[in-house]
């Protein structure tokens, strides 16, 4: 799948992971009010409806891309982002 344009997918030991969420996040934020002004332009064409009724329409079209967005995930496997999860091995005494 996509899993090799992801960063978790690069090993570097002196790559620092913990700059790159609130850079991600940002541009998650940034893609989500694009595509809501694009889908609010696109209902606002049209002439039946009032204002609201395109905010309504919009709403629920950004609703639905957030749901086909989690279906991803669905097709993960347990093991993927495994290099993730820093295992510790803890010795139990005897």
Same mark, same amino acid.
Not at 65 to 82: R, V, Y
């Given at each position: 799948?996509?899993?090799?344009?992801?960063?978790?997918?690069?090993?570097?030991?002196?790559?620092?992971?913990?700059?790159?969420?609130?850079?991600?996040?940002?541009?998650? %934020?940034?893609? /989500?009010?694009? !595509?809501?002004?694009?889908?609010? &332009?696109?209902?606002?064409?049209?002439?039946?409806? +009032?204002? #609201?009724?395109?905010?309504?329409?919009?709403?629920?079209?950004?609703?639905?891309?957030? %749901?086909?967005? /989690?279906?991803? !995930?669905?097709?993960?496997?347990? &093991?993927?982002?495994?290099?993730?999860?820093?295992? +510790?091995? #803890?010795?139990?005494?005897?």
């Amino acid at each position: 799948m996509t899993k090799h344009f992801l960063i978790p997918s690069l090993y570097c030991p002196n790559l620092s992971g913990q700059n790159n969420w609130p850079a991600s996040q940002q541009l998650a %934020i940034r893609y /989500g009010v694009a !595509f809501s002004a694009i889908a609010l &332009q696109f209902f606002n064409t049209e002439t039946a409806g +009032s204002k #609201v009724d395109y905010f309504h329409y919009t709403f629920i079209t950004m609703g639905m891309i957030t %749901i086909l967005s /989690g279906w991803f !995930f669905l097709f993960l496997k347990p &093991q993927d982002g495994e290099n993730l999860i820093k295992r +510790s091995v #803890v010795k139990k005494l005897p």
